[in-house]
């Protein structure tokens, strides 16, 4: 006897399982940024007090709420992520109940191709366009998906060709969590699905950093400069605050 779910009771599930955890990293990401904020706040007035009035103490607490100001980044930042995940999940598996119920008005039209003047065919089949086939298999978030789909449904195939997507197919069906995770991937991407042909032509370009070694060096030893310059000051062994002078410099090298 099978006992699996139907598609529909499983894509609800995940969506109101994935819906809950979202919420929950929602609520940790809002409490670490006002953490973050604060920190930053004490920081700035406890290191800017402390070096207007040459006081150790004071700039040692900025110090250490400078410190905890980079690790809520740090950790805001992984919340960030696992909060994203979630929410992509959920979204996901939204549509995905969607596309069971054929639900063509809820579902997002993302391909750009469309029916050739030559492929009369396409038109009358709807293979693309709103309701279509291609609207229903669109699950892609890559061009190069986007095009591979498009032309296997455009060209004929061999009967061993069909054979063998019949079986990935039947293989991938229960494998909803791997499923997921590779539509995840790909809407990381990007929503735009970009085109990776400006990438190739950059990738397989000159070098343009390596005729410039310069600024690796560069962003290397300004980095050691403002630490160096910044404890000297508060040493006192630098009257001026000449670590400014370096932050800029690496603010610069950021951009």
Do not use: C
Not at 59 to 73: C, E, I, S
Not at 116 to 122: F, G, N, Q
Not at 130 to 140: G, P, Q, R, V
Not at 184 to 204: C, K, M, N, T
């Amino acid at each position: 006897m099978n006992t699996t779910p139907p598609p529909e009771q499983i894509y609800l599930e995940r969506s109101e399982r994935f819906e809950r955890e979202f919420s929950k990293e929602t609520r940790l990401w809002n409490r670490i940024a006002n953490l973050r904020l604060l920190s930053f706040v004490l920081a700035a007035i406890a290191l800017g007090w402390g070096l207007w009035q040459s006081q150790l103490t004071l700039q040692l607490v900025g110090l250490v709420f400078g410190a905890a100001f980079a690790v809520f980044v740090r950790y805001h930042r992984i919340v960030s992520r696992r909060r994203q995940r979630h929410e992509k999940l959920w979204k996901i598996n939204t549509e995905a109940g969607k596309r069971v119920a054929r639900a063509w008005g809820e579902l997002p039209m993302r391909h750009t191709v469309s029916a050739k003047p030559d492929e009369p065919y396409a038109a009358d089949l709807d293979i693309f366009g709103h309701a279509s086939l291609f609207h229903l298999l669109d699950t892609l978030t890559t061009h190069a998906g986007e095009t591979i789909l498009a032309s296997w449904l455009r060209n004929s195939s061999s009967p061993q060709d069909v054979r063998q997507r019949q079986e990935a197919v039947a293989e991938l069906s229960p494998m909803v969590d791997l499923r997921d995770e590779l539509e995840l991937r790909g809407r990381l991407i990007s929503e735009q699905r970009p085109d990776p042909e400006r990438f190739l032509r950059w990738a397989e370009g000159d070098l343009w950093l390596a005729r410039r070694p310069w600024l690796r060096w560069g962003a290397i030893v300004s980095v050691l400069a403002l630490w160096l310059l910044l404890i000297s000051e508060i040493a006192g062994l630098v009257p001026y605050p000449l670590w400014a002078v370096f932050a800029a410099a690496n603010f610069a090298f950021v951009l």
